[in-house]
């Protein structure tokens, strides 16, 4: 099993509200969602082609590609309408009173 390690990401004060922000955490491309008061982390970069998500137009637990429209579910990564086939990779994320944290192996 891997070592993993908690990472300080940004203030959670820096979060949207019920939306999406790119951040760049250990020299990666992470985007940072906002639904309610859950907050989610995936890779930024779309599986389908290089657009960035934070680009994209987020709706519940779906953000949509800028490029091509296609969706995922920010929860887990998974592809939720075409043209993506292919998950993207989704990270834990805790906060510990003001900060958000990722664990990133």
């Excluded at 820096?14 to 020299?27: K, R």
């Excluded at 953000?63 to 998974?78: A, S, Y």
Aim: hydrophobic letters at 35%; glycine letters at 8%; one cysteine or more.
């Amino acid at each position: 099993m891997s070592n993993t390690n908690w990472i300080d990401a940004l203030s959670a004060d820096d979060l949207p509200t019920d939306d999406v922000l790119g951040v760049v955490v250990a020299g990666r491309d992470i985007a940072l969602y906002t639904v309610g008061e859950a907050i989610y982390a995936t890779d930024n970069i779309c599986t389908h082609g290089q657009a960035r998500l934070c680009d994209g137009f987020l709706d519940g637990h779906e953000i949509e590609c800028p490029l091509h429209q296609g969706k995922f579910d920010v929860r887990d990564g998974q592809p939720t309408c075409a043209p993506v086939t292919e998950a993207l990779r989704s990270y834990p994320v805790k906060v510990d009173g003001k900060r958000v944290y990722l664990q990133i192996d």
